[in-house]
Each structure stands twice: as C-alpha cells, then as structure tokens.
C-alpha cells in the first residue's frame, strides 16, 4: 500500500523566513513525488515534481528514498506563498495520485 | 485554452436523495480522475477512465457510487441515496496520459452537501 503523510496540519511563518513542509511517504517501488499547491479561491495546481529537479517560485524539494521523505522548502517565504500545500505520490506504473492531507502554510507580514 | 471544468460548483441536497456531477476533461485529455476530499482530510482516489474505460475503480467507496464516462469526452459521477458521509469536495483531473507522468489538471470541485 501507498501512503503520504504530511505530520504539520498548519505551518505560519514570518514573511522572509524559510519554510520547510514536510512529507514523508510509504511504497515499496520506485515513486514518482508531486507538490500540488491551492491558493485562496484557485483550483488544485501543481507546483513541483521530483523528476523536474527544478525551483519553481523558488521553491525545491528533494527526494530522499532513504529516509522515504520530499520535503519542500524555499529559503525566504513571501506573502503570497499563503497556500494549502499537498504532497502526493504516484506508484510506478500507475496513473493515479495518493494524497497527504495537506498543509496550510501561512506568511505574515 | 479552458481548463477542466465542473458543475454544479455547489449542490445541497437531502439525505436518500441521487445527486449527479459532471465533469468535462481537457479538450484532448484521454485519462480522467475523480477524487473525493472531505473536510480536514486529503484527496481520496476514486476512480479512473481511460478513453471511455475505467482500469481502476478501487476508490469508489460503495455500491452507491458509480462513474460513466463518454468517449474521451464528459465524465458523470452519481451518488445513489446520498448519506451524510458523502459531503465532500469532488475534484476531476485529467491529463494526456501519453505516459504515466503525465500532469493531472484539476478542476475548481463540486461541493456536495448532504443534510
């Protein structure tokens, strides 16, 4: 079975400072790791993939099968960053997506 | 070019009652997806076409739910004698599904509530 647990229902942080999110996962194969992001009133969208090993709105996330984790991080959060956060995995050879539950994140100014 | 899109937004209804919800896919989406997300939890898979079959029904919670699916086209998921369980958020993707890692495009949901 595939799992996704994201252990933080709500992260707030200062505007400025960096912001892990974690995710940790639970398969047995090799897994394709997703951030999907919603932003107030916007649909569900993704924000990053571990096999694009890109930044994307200067956030990264790492995969580390030894600890079976694919935090998301970005070094200084901004404001508009305020979002719900959910990580998700896809098992290979599998079209489908198992979900965490999510984050809040919230950036004040 | 449009994204997914979904309808009703919002439908309250009364317990026992049937509700339907629709979903139109991507212009040139073969694959589809419905998920469920009910307050405080994550998306739960429910079920997943390709082209007009459905590989994957493994989430589909009971008999009382079921799915259909026209060509590659519109997708309808019914609810049969709506519990209080039901209420949720149900989300459709779609995606080219040229290979497994294709991106799923999601749809704004339907809210159902079920009194």
């Known amino acids: 079975a595939q799992r996704v647990t994201q252990p933080e229902k709500l992260l707030s942080v200062f505007k400025g400072a960096p912001v892990e999110l974690k995710c940790n996962y639970s398969y047995s194969g090799s897994p394709e790791l997703f951030w999907y992001v919603q932003y107030s009133r916007q649909r569900l969208q993704l924000l990053l993939r571990?096999?694009s090993r890109e930044s994307i709105k200067g956030f990264t996330a790492d995969l580390n099968k030894g600890e079976t984790s694919f935090h998301l991080k970005k070094p200084f959060a901004q404001e508009e960053d305020s979002a719900m956060y959910y990580c998700a995995l896809r098992g290979s050879g599998y079209s489908t997506l198992t979900f965490g539950k999510g984050t809040m994140l919230l950036v004040s100014p | 070019g449009a994204g997914v899109s979904q309808s009703p937004s919002n439908k309250v209804t009364e317990k026992g009652k049937d509700v339907e919800l629709r979903c139109d896919p991507i212009s040139g989406h073969t694959a589809l997806y419905w998920y469920r997300q009910r307050l405080g939890q994550g998306l739960e898979f429910l079920i997943y076409f390709q082209g007009n079959s459905a590989p994957d029904k493994s989430g589909l919670p009971s008999d009382r739910f079921s799915a259909e699916r026209t060509g590659e086209s519109v997708s309808t998921l019914t609810i049969q004698r709506t519990q209080q369980e039901d209420s949720a958020v149900y989300l459709c993707?779609?995606?080219?599904?040229?290979?497994?890692?294709?991106?799923?495009?999601f749809g704004p949901g339907t809210r159902l509530t079920v009194l």
């Open positions: 571990h096999i």
């Open positions: 993707a779609s995606s080219l599904a040229r290979t497994f890692t294709d991106t799923q495009y």
